[in-house]
DNA sequence: GGCGGGTGCGGGAGCGCTCCCGCAACGATG
DNA sequence: CATCGTTGCGGGAGCGCTCCCGCACCCGCC
């Protein structure tokens, strides 16, 4: 009869099969003090014949711990995905995680519009905690975000007033930015210009304050600037604009590697040389700044670093430490070929 | 006293709000038959005012049922995430999954030999099935894989023997591999070679074995080959390699475009010209293939869909359905400057 | 008018686990 | 020798939910 489907063991059968309760036999398996050895050997032993393996659900009912956290990307996976920015803060992630034991779940938009719907399942105790990685716009509204009952870290500093409670890690783009216009200017260039991100996002405001503030520094003119959106195709319009709009460009900050790539390309269909005749800067320094021709002089930031910290700033938070508010990596110039 | 924490809402409160039993509720919130349109009415407007969400744990741990799936990679962390194929894959995966509400758990090797490990967390009834994604090679052994409880989905063709029952998706890489030849044939070149991928991986065997049938079929000496591992550093030294072997050579098909772009690096370096000189074909056709300089003649392979297709497959068979066992999706020619 | 079948609902049991409490045995202490 | 704390263990309760069973009621039938 019950020969169809082996039922898998539960606590009891191996309590049984150790000779003991199922009290003692959940404490041998949790590794409580109160056990004599003989008695942890004979339950490890019943476990490991029987292939044991505890009911998640069961102890989730009544531990109220999942065991598990939420990583929520708020953006439509197509826009998500083609930006490498993603994958590198996945990969610190998981790396920052892995040593706890935690699983991660990826919440990832479909539609506009999908971020309540994943701030519902927030609080619907799926989930010891979750980290919202919003590299593009914020699009969740704070008082919703105010309502998750579980630790929350953001990645990413967060466009409006800073939430209570809710940590935040980003990289220093500011300092980036200033970093770029530093290097330029330090080339005895003097008439300079950048492409910006997106400016309704912090990592374009921010890079393009730090550069300003740097060309302020050099007693430079800080007006030439154009908007992009972090694309390559949209790097290549913007150096297009900020070329006719300024013949006498000598150099050109681009805040995104990607957005480079894309001004690389119109620099050379016009034939302008690189950095001989115009220098270029970029931001990031993904894999492929180091491939592109010529080789991009660019400003990194620790992606991998700031995904490793967002995971145990919420590990932090799950053991019931405090973290700092802010936590802000460093950037630093890469010098290659283009500048 | 207790209202430092206001306990959320359990099943039995929404029903003494709405005054009905538990089963009642339970009926109406999990939208049953046999239940009065007033009373379905009456719960949810208590499910609303309380704020109620069934607690996931109490639900699985009755119903057996956990709403989530893994999505596995026996890879380090590392590797994986400089791959952008894999962005691909999860962006068609998290899309697929989407409308039936299952949520991802990642799964991610961070050292190699985590394999085992990742079956016993399959095996602990922690998900309701799984998708092993082994871009690279395949080494989870197949007697732990048999022994998972839940329905599992391959990413790509199994390396040894096809596990029964566990159904797999793959693109078509040996008919790329022969279009490759095709094309390059059909320009009138003679003089053809081929930078491999991994020879232990399918990807990279199949593409070998479709590109020497198409070598064949023309007639043309198939004996210039050079092995890569997938990244574009290994393609600009494989590129090397055939140069200096064959310096005859006309045409070449490289079996991943990241290698692509190694190989248009070393060509370019030795002033060779693309595709004048020596014409290129690539596979994948990824974001970055119509960036490359010249843009790059490639392989398309429908990677997004592909993850979807796992997905789709996954969760019929969690609907009690049996899928193919193999499902192969096709690859076409892209073509653009590069040949 | 008695009777069968369907409809709407309530109560009990139980999923597998952890935690609290109580109890026996033992060594140490006065 | 009586007392007390400590160690090791067992049993009961309960986490929040679903599902089975049974009960009351109403409709339509012969």
Redesign the pocket.
Known sequence: MESTRP?????????AAA????????????G?????????EAVQRAVRELG????????T????RTGSVALVVPETGDVLFSDPYFATVLSGITAGLAPSGNQLILLIGQHPGDGNQMISYLRGGHVDGAMIISHHRADLDADALGKIPVPVVLGGRPVGATLPGMPYVDADNAGGGRLAAHHLAGTGRTRLGTITGPLDMPAGIDRLDGWRAGMREHNLADDATAGGDFTAASGATAMARLLDEHPDLQGVFVASDLMATGALQELSGRGIRVPDDIAVVGFDDLMFASTATPPLTTIRQPTREAGRLIAETLLAMLDGRTPEPAQILPTELVRRASA
Do not use: F, K
């Open positions: 039922d898998p063991p539960t606590l009891q059968t191996v309590a000779g003991v309760s199922r009290s003692t036999a959940s404490r041998a398996i949790n409580e003090p109160r056990v004599s050895p003989e008695t942890v044991y393996s505890p009911n998640p659900a069961a102890r009912l009544v531990t109220r």
